[in-house]
């Protein structure tokens, strides 16, 4: 199939959207597909270049105002044309919906495209800052969602990652085809394994004490403060490892000198992917505080590695998280309470372990080749559908023209011969002239 992906997260931005992004343009290409990306430039530049088996196509952009990182194109509605027209796909996969995905959009029912968008969006991811705000909190998500889900009413089918953020999309009014389709996970390749002490030398992390692990973009949203405030109440000497940055880290830095938390909280910032992975395996449980996750591959990556892992009761977490199963369920920003499970889980090494096999058992569902195979699926049936439609169209166009041409041929046929006066719009019938003398009798 030639499938194409549009984005306005895509490597080198970091985050969840740009790793599922990435993951499936790569997956496909090596499944034998032709994948083409749509994704932002970094520079006021376009840039087309085969990355790897997957040509990617950056347009022009500049920085978001009040989200770093996220870029927004100079608007390529004729190039974007132009490439849809030349690479003919047989699905647009849409994972943004602003500048791209809406150009995307518009473009592909012109050229009667199937289109699916997948949905990685809350409004608090957006800006933060104003969807906290409590007087504009709540216009705020109204309106943002009513934007998102008249999008999504115009495409041919939508995804999100879980039930909680696919029946939100309804709530607020989606029509259209839709399922609840998990971004995956690769099993081969996030597995349990031995701890390796000299990852944590490398990192200058102690050896002799549990470690605690976080990875996540450093966001308000995110809610680190809480896991940091949980941290100065815990009863055990655990060390914390932070993975990412993002805009918040200076204010978690701060937060850290207040609380004397300097010897017991590392912030490591960007990990590349195979250091990340033994840091995994070194750890010995996973937390993840944040507000705003429709689905956390960060959590997904770290119960494959077989860890337990204690949530925010918020969102799509719990549909990972099983309260006393897999981990423990906290009230958001609850940080005593937070404390206290941490607290259990470190003082008790076989309750780990515990939740840790069920943490597999719970990942297993999400494996990342069953999803794959459920995209290839969803996508080869659209196309099918599309294609038998145009068939069909194409066939009642050319059965009314021959069906019109037939009737004309026969009106034509059947209709008395007709001469011109030379008077405008006025016709009489010919025949022999009538007699003059026989009109005057």
């Not at 809480?226 to 993975?243: C, G, S, T």
Request: hydrophobic fraction near 40%.
């Amino acid at each position: 199939m030639r499938i194409m992906i549009v984005t306005d997260q895509y490597p080198p931005m970091i985050g969840g959207v740009p790793n599922v992004t990435h993951g499936l343009a790569t997956d496909f290409a090596e499944r034998g597909h032709q994948v083409w990306v749509i994704a932002p430039s970094y520079s006021t530049r376009d840039v087309k270049r085969m990355e790897g088996q997957v040509r990617v196509y950056r347009f022009s952009s500049f920085e978001w105002p009040t989200y770093r990182e996220l870029r927004i194109p100079f608007l390529p509605m004729v190039p974007i044309r132009n490439l849809i027209k030349r690479v003919d796909p047989d699905i647009i996969h849409i994972h943004s919906p602003v500048v791209l995905g809406n150009i995307a959009q518009i473009m592909a029912g012109g050229l009667r495209k199937p289109v699916v968008a997948t949905n990685h969006y809350l409004p608090t991811n957006m800006n933060a800052s104003m969807s906290d705000d409590s007087m504009f909190s709540k216009p705020f998500s109204d309106i943002s969602y009513a934007y998102l889900v008249h999008f999504c009413n115009r495409c041919d089918f939508v995804t999100a990652p879980t039930e909680t953020a696919l029946n939100l999309l309804y709530e607020h009014g989606l029509r259209v085809p839709a399922a609840a389709l998990s971004n995956g996970i690769d099993l081969i390749k996030f597995a349990p394994a031995p701890r390796d002490p000299e990852i944590l030398r490398f990192f200058a992390l102690p050896e002799d004490r549990p470690l605690i692990l976080h990875v996540n973009r450093l966001s308000p949203e995110k809610r680190v403060d809480v896991l940091l405030d949980a941290m100065a109440k815990m009863k055990n000497d655990a060390h914390l490892a932070l993975v990412s940055s993002g805009p918040a880290e200076a204010m978690l830095r701060a937060q850290v000198e207040r609380l004397k938390l300097n010897d017991r909280v590392s912030f490591l910032g960007f990990v590349r992917e195979e250091d990340l992975l033994r840091l995994r395996h070194a750890s010995d449980l996973f937390v993840i505080p944040s507000e705003a996750d429709l689905q956390s591959l960060a959590t997904m990556e770290a119960m494959a590695c077989g860890l337990p892992v204690i949530a925010a009761n918020s969102y799509a977490l719990p549909e990972l998280v099983h309260h006393n199963e897999n981990g423990f369920l906290f009230t958001p920003s609850d940080s005593d309470e937070l404390a206290s499970q941490i607290d259990q889980l470190i003082f008790d090494k076989e309750c780990r372990l515990r939740m840790g096999e069920q943490s597999l058992k719970i990942i297993a569902a999400h494996d990342r080749n069953h999803v794959l195979d459920t995209w290839e699926n969803l996508y080869r049936r659209l196309s099918i559908e599309f294609r038998e439609a145009k068939e069909l169209r194409e066939h009642l166009i050319a059965t009314r023209k021959y069906t019109d041409q037939r009737g004309a041929e026969a009106r034509k046929a059947t209709r008395p011969h007709i001469r011109r006066t030379g008077n405008i719009g006025f016709d009489r019938p010919t025949g022999p002239k009538p007699n003059k003398k026989t009109k005057r009798a």
